[in-house]
T-cell receptor, first 113, second 114 residues
Framework: KAGVTQTPRYLIKTRGQQVTLSCSPI?????VSWYQQTPGQGLQFLFE???????NKGNFPGRFSGRQFSNSRSEMNVSTLELGDSALYLC????????????FGEGSRLTVL | AQSVTQLDSQVPVFEEAPVELRCNYS??????LFWYVQYPNQGLQLLLK??????LVESINGFEAEFNKSQTSFHLRKPSVHISDTAEYFC????????????FGQGTTLQVKP
């Protein structure tokens, strides 16, 4: 069974640009969660989607948004990038919503210059 | 709301020595507890979990953790570490009602020295 796939793995953007990250969950998993990982803040929850509906949202500004498609694939978008948005963005999938057993992808490393 | 505190940011230890990574949590509701491990340049992997039942849970690679409700702790232990155990370890908590989000601690870097 294929694991969680995130694309792109690495990307470099400049301040003010926007970025879209993609996540394909494990087949059959309907919940997708996104986390931001930085050395200073650790792992911060961004949002969770289940059956195309946002179920939970973390404390991030509106520049961070996401969506989930009918095939459970998910995308997150960050607009008007700031230097502080540089981070590893991790996607995780699970069978059900609100689950603690998450299966993580390898992440998308975003560098904002 | 829930929170997790990992008391040590870094734990250096020699190979074959025992290790304990400490985790305390705070919650007004009952929770499930987890330990995840992150090897360099990889995503997180579930190491072990406590949902209910026996308070001592074990992983396939020799780690164990004990849920202590009175002390609100979920410390991770291994009696003899290997070089390959070098990684970052995250303690996490989620409400047992399945309506919340998984909250992680700040992480503990385990550095196993030869």
């Amino acid at each position: 069974k294929a694991g969680v796939t995130q694309t792109p793995r690495y990307l470099i953007k400049t301040r003010g640009q926007q970025v879209t990250l993609s996540c394909s969950p494990i087949s059959g998993h309907r919940s997708v969660s996104w986390y931001q990982q930085t050395p200073g803040q650790g792992l911060q929850f961004l949002f969770e989607y289940f059956s195309e509906t946002q179920r939970n949202k973390g404390n991030f500004p509106g520049r961070f948004s996401g969506r989930q498609f009918s095939n459970s694939r998910s995308e997150m978008n960050v607009s008007t990038l700031e230097l502080g948005d540089s981070a590893l963005y991790l996607c995780a999938s699970s069978l059900v919503t609100g689950a603690g057993e998450l299966f993580f992808g390898e992440g998308s490393r975003l560098t904002v210059l | 709301a829930q929170s997790v505190t990992q008391l040590d940011s870094q734990v250096p230890v020699f190979e074959e020595a025992p290790v304990e990574l400490r985790c305390n949590y705070s919650s007004s509701v009952s929770v499930y507890l987890f330990w995840y491990v992150q090897y360099p340049n990889q995503g997180l992997q579930l190491l072990l979990k406590y949902l209910s039942g026996s308070t001592l849970v074990e992983s396939i690679n020799g780690f164990e953790a004990e849920f202590n409700k009175s002390q609100t702790s979920f410390h991770l232990r291994k009696p003899s570490v290997h070089i390959s155990d070098t990684a970052e370890y995250f303690c996490a908590v989620i409400p047992s009602s399945n309506t919340g989000k998984l909250i992680f601690g700040q992480g503990t870097t385990l550095q196993v020295k030869p």
